[in-house]
Nanobody, 121 residues
């Protein structure tokens, strides 16, 4: 069955960096777009970044563009989120999402359990 396992969350200071990883299994990883989403405390779920199956097309939420970078390694069935210049408002539970098809505009159909990111001094 589909399984997504996030890791790499933790506590970071404002201006610091973290790298999130998502290990995928149970499906043909290279054929599907993947995304990262987050849910800040007391707020709704929001997509942060996405990457198409071929890695050429990406999406970023405007507030993270230029600070976050999504990437994928099909040989390792993994997707990553490099987060730099972290801000307190980036504090959230971060989820890895699998999409239903190749493109980043397709709906997602599975998500992992999440990894907590806290940005605080």
């Amino acid at each position: 069955q589909v399984r997504l396992v996030e890791s790499g969350g933790g506590l970071a200071q404002p201006g610091g960096s973290l790298r999130l990883s998502c290990a995928a299994s149970g499906f043909n990883f290279s054929s599907y777009a993947m995304s990262w989403a987050r849910q800040p405390p007391g707020k709704g779920f929001e997509r942060v970044a996405g990457i198409a199956a071929d890695g050429r097309d990406t999406y970023y939420k405007p507030s993270v563009k230029g600070r976050f970078t999504i990437s994928r390694d099909d040989a390792k069935n993994a997707v990553y989120l490099q987060m730099n210049s972290l801000r307190p408002e980036d504090t959230a539970l971060y989820f890895c999402l699998k999409h239903r098809a190749w493109g980043i505009d397709t709906p997602s159909d599975f998500r992992g359990q999440g990894t907590q990111v806290t940005v605080s001094s």
